[in-house]
């Protein structure tokens, strides 16, 4: 018997990008409470759907340097408010709670931006746009980035496991490191530049921008209640932002 699809995996892609929409609009205007709620809820969906280690790691390794910095930056370099003296240091109490709303509203961003990400390979979401009647250009060009970035991450990890077979330290002191780096980096840009020319040559042969909107063979299933669903999602997000602007 087949897999049943996760809930998220179940809903159409751009569905799953309109209920992202209020997480978006709290963004500006929603408070520490109201960001933190949106994250918490994005990572129980996440969690519920099989996604909750993906989320939680990346997340972690994002934004603990960030949260470093900018509590660094903001806390003790930029003067705001009145400082708190702890020997030769002067802390901001205000710069912390700025670089706190900072990450908060980062975290609020990562973990709708992940489940997405997580839920949705790259030519599932093109299909979904262009289902939706975005022009299969403008599809491929918000798309080709994520596509891109997995056949990047691949082709990086083969460059480093062939490097290491030909005897280039990977590890050991911070300019060797930096030097394994450089060489991967060398390889996987002039690989990129190589596949340029006949990726512009299949797509031309597959007639890919000859009319503003191609009939798919297998478009991703959708349902009306998904369309009330995703209207729900934009008037939420309306709302949010009005109310917001208006406190």
Known sequence: MAAVPDPPRRLHPVTRLALCLPVLALLPVGGPAAL?????ACLAVAAASGLGCFVLRRMALLLLPVALALALVHGLLIARGPATVLGPVAI?????????????????????????????????????????????????????????????ALEGAALRDALQLRGLPLSGSPRQR??????IAIALIRLQLVEAA????????????????????????DTPGQYRLRLASALLAACILILGMLA
């Open 36 to 40: 933190a709620f949106a994250t918490l």
């Open 92 to 152: 901001y109490p205000a710069g912390l709670a700025h670089a706190g709303m900072i990450l908060l509203r980062l975290a609020a961003l990562l973990a709708a931006g992940l489940m997405i990400v997580g839920s949705t390979a790259p030519g599932e979401l093109a299909d979904g746009l262009e289902d939706k009647g975005l022009p299969s250009g403008i599809a491929y060009l918000l798309t080709a980035p994520l596509s891109l970035a997995q056949g990047l």
């Open 178 to 183: 930096l030097c394994a780096i450089s060489h």
């Open 198 to 221: 006949p990726r512009a040559q299949m797509l031309e042969a597959r007639g890919f921008r000859s009319q503003p909107c191609r009939t798919l063979l297998a478009p991703p299933p």
